[in-house]
């Protein structure tokens, strides 16, 4: 029996609790022993009370313990493990796995996903990206990843550097299009909704095709009327900035200007 | 019987074909009559023979004539047409309906949605945006829309136009972005496929939460350590320029900079 404890009450933290309870159910020799949270009621919905600790000298022994907490939190929460030599891993995607105390054996395990409180989702498809300090230990990051998904993937940090930047444009900036569009939606009294299956089209065509080989429109078809007539239309000078930037960027190919 | 021809071979004229055809079969009061190609060959594998005209001056009576060819080639297209008084619709969404030969009623009937010639699309879901010349004719484009679609929507040329912007944001620029995204990822041998199911998820969102809900991320956090490691991360000017401008908008929350 494998023997995990997580470390956060947050959304990673409910997400990965979630995940490794299911596995854990379903009969697999995985066991989720106990949970840090700072406030205890934050994981009472999910996790036994006598299962959740609010203090760090109560830590049981495990195979791995998985800090889930905020990137500034990493090297306050790693410090205050009263232990030494075990497993000890932390799930972000832009933190180097150094800056985990190096009293203990250091680890990744970087689920690449955009996690929200109260929104399920299956753990099954979601790349985890695990890294060792040790090769002697990656052994069981994988094992214990690979239970709760079918994307259990060596990722040295500066490949995890690299998708976490790229996960900022496909995901944060992208995000942030989808609300320009919104915006614009609402000022002319159309609903933004008109517009959601051309948003879930687009994200399912990249897994048939390249982006580059989807690219359309205007600025593809170096159409300089109607992007003309679309900056005119805008009235918002920052929208107007956002789309002459990207217009040019698909002009040029995405490459340098 | 409602009878309708299309006139071009397009990516838009081919999957509209489809979606009368396949109505056609499934034993709903309409008829795809005829089709008017350039070139014939084009069409060969969707459409009867005998059905597909190169001449104008063949084309049959219809209640619509749906004119799906380049924006460019829609005056001259559609004072082409040997005959008057009847319904003739372009599917642009951005040119006015005034483009169109005013011998004819005039109309609009564009299919909200990105296609791409060689992939199936369902048409039910694709909101197809209405608007006629004259009012009279509105519940004939309309019967004929909701035989191809759950959502047939009257939409006026403003709106439209609208909503034509914000595809262009929606759609081609989220599309680049995931180009950039593949590009980064590409320049460190991570594989882009490890973004997929991010890329799903962010657009999977917003069919519950409003994007401005959903954004996340180091801009929204104002995380200004995280937001320079990754500018320093970036080795194509391009890239970081694009990534300053929308860092600067999420943290304005898209209002004018
Ligand atoms: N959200 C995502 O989509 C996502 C995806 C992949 C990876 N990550 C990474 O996963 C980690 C957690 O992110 P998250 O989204 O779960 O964050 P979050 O929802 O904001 O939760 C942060 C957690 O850290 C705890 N914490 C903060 N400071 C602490 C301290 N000094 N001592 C102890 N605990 C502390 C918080 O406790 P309180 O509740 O008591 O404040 C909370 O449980 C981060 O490294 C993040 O980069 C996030
Ligand atoms: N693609 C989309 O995602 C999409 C979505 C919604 C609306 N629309 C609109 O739908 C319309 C068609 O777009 P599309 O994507 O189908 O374009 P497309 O694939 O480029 O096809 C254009 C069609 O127009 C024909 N054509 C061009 N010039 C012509 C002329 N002078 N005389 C007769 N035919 C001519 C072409 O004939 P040849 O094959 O002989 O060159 C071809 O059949 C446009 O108004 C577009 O804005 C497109």
């Known amino acids: ?41 934050t994981l009472l919905h999910l996790v036994a009370p006598n299962k959740i600790t609010t203090n760090y000298s109560d830590l ?10 905020s990137d500034d939190a990493l090297p306050e929460v790693s410090n205050a493990l009263p ?4 497993l000890v891993a932390h ?27 109260n929104k399920a989702i299956t753990f099954k498809t979601i790349p985890i990206c695990l890294e060792t300090e040790n090769s002697a230990d990656f052994e069981t990051v994988k094992q214990i990843a690979s239970l709760l998904s079918d994307q259990a993937i060596a990722i040295n940090s500066q490949q995890r550097k690299a998708l976490h930047v790229a996960a900022v444009f496909a995901n944060n900036f992208t995000n942030h299009l989808y609300q320009l569009a919104n ?15 051309l948003i879930q089209e687009t994200a399912q065509k990249i897994q048939h095709i390249t982006p580059q080989q989807a690219q359309t429109g205007p600025a593809k078809r170096k159409d300089a009327t109607t992007i003309e007539a679309h900056l005119e239309f805008l009235t ?8 002459t930037l990207l217009t040019q960027s698909i002009q040029k190919n995405g490459k340098k200007l």
């Open 236 to 243: 918002d000078q920052n929208q107007q900035n956002i789309y």
């Open 60 to 69: 049981q022994e495990a195979h791995l313990y998985i800090l889930a907490v």
């Open 83 to 86: 232990f030494s030599n075990r």
């Open 91 to 117: 799930t972000s995607g832009s933190a180097p796995i150094t800056v985990l105390n190096d009293r203990n054996k250091r680890a990744v395990f970087y689920p690449l996903q955009t996690f929200t409180k």
């Open 1 to 41: 029996m494998i023997k995990v404890i997580i470390i956060g009450s947050g959304n990673v933290a409910q997400h990965l609790i979630n995940a490794f309870q299911t596995t854990q159910n379903s009969g697999h020799p995985i066991e989720l022993v106990q949970v840090y949270a700072r406030n205890k009621e």
């Open 183 to 197: 915006a614009i939606c609402q000022e002319h009294q159309v609903p933004f909704g008109i517009l959601e299956p």
